[in-house]
């Protein structure tokens, strides 16, 4: 029986975590007969921290904590894969957003992390470095007004991730940091917009090696757009909203889910993607 068939998937109340991630991201529960803690928060008041549950960062807990007029930051957003590969962020200055002013941060009706586009930055520095990585991801930028890190593995040499490019004509995709861009050009409608993505991430070159990118279940055609791409071989780490550890182009936009293995998960592609856009119903 295979476990591509997304109607078998379905029918037996398929939830992404059956396929094994190595980490998993979620401001929901990814297996929906838990309520997981999701964040830690900090808010702005006192700088006082505390765990939040899917449930309670939904149902107003979060937001009574925070209080009235105050502003709450994600200190770690917790790894629900079993793995304890958590997303954290030490420095005050550099925490995502998920409450402000009081109000829950949304995108699309759900929660949301808010990426400031300055510093902000949820950082690991252990999850196991492997040859392919598929990536799944919810997220819609905020501004066009600079390149901008949606997410990044450390490398070798420098890192590679998936970027976008703040000018005519506005490429996206994967990033080499060698001023290149493996991707699509005219991306920017599609940076601000609310979408599911999937990036396969290989080692090597990308424009040889076989990374895809999917934008809301539909795989883009991608060419070498800017520059000339370099060979990557990723570390272990991962990077949400920043590629250099410091850096000047870090993500201006949300961020809800994010879903990495450490294998190619082509096949079960649709599948995954379905059960993610069944939640966020973004197409």
């Known amino acids: 029986m295979s476990l591509a068939l997304p109607g078998f998937f379905r029918t037996l109340g398929f939830n992404v975590l ?12 990814l297996d929906p007969s838990l309520d997981p803690t999701v964040v830690n928060v900090r808010r702005s008041s006192d700088s006082a921290t505390s765990d939040f549950t899917a449930s309670e960062v939904s149902d107003g807990t979060l937001t009574s904590w925070v209080g009235v007029g105050n502003d709450g930051y994600v200190a770690t957003w917790y790894d ?15 925490q995502p957003k ?12 759900k929660p949301a992390l808010s990426f400031d586009g300055t510093n902000d930055r949820s950082m ?16 819609k930028g905020a501004s066009l007004n600079g390149n901008s890190v949606v997410l990044a593995f450390p490398a070798t ?25 493996w991707g699509y050009t005219g991306g920017d409608t599609e940076f601000l917009s609310h979408t599911v993505e999937m990036a396969l991430f290989k080692d090597g070159d990308p424009a040889v090696n076989g990374c895809k990118l999917y934008i809301n279940g539909a795989e ?32 201006d936009g949300t961020q809800q889910e994010i879903i990495i293995y450490s294998s190619d998960q082509s096949a079960n592609r649709v599948a995954i993607e379905d059960n993610i856009n069944s939640h966020f119903a973004i197409y």
């Open 18 to 29: 059956q396929l094994s991630p190595v980490a998993a991201y979620s401001l929901r529960s």
């Open 80 to 94: 629900q894969s079993g793995n304890s590969e958590d997303a954290t962020q030490a420095s005050s200055g550099s």
């Open 98 to 109: 998920i409450v402000n002013v009081g109000a829950l941060v949304t995108e699309g009706g």
């Open 124 to 139: 690991n520095s252990s999850l196991a470095a492997s040859s392919t990585k598929s990536v799944f991801y919810v997220k």
């Open 157 to 181: 040499t420098n890192q590679v991730g998936i970027y976008y490019f703040a000018s005519t004509p506005y490429e996206y995709g994967f990033n080499t940091w060698a001023g290149d861009c």
């Open 220 to 251: 883009k055609t991608l060419s070498q757009v800017k520059g000339n791409s370099a060979n990557r071989t990723m570390a272990d780490g991962f990077r949400i909203g920043a590629g250099q550890t410091t850096s000047n182009q870090d993500y």
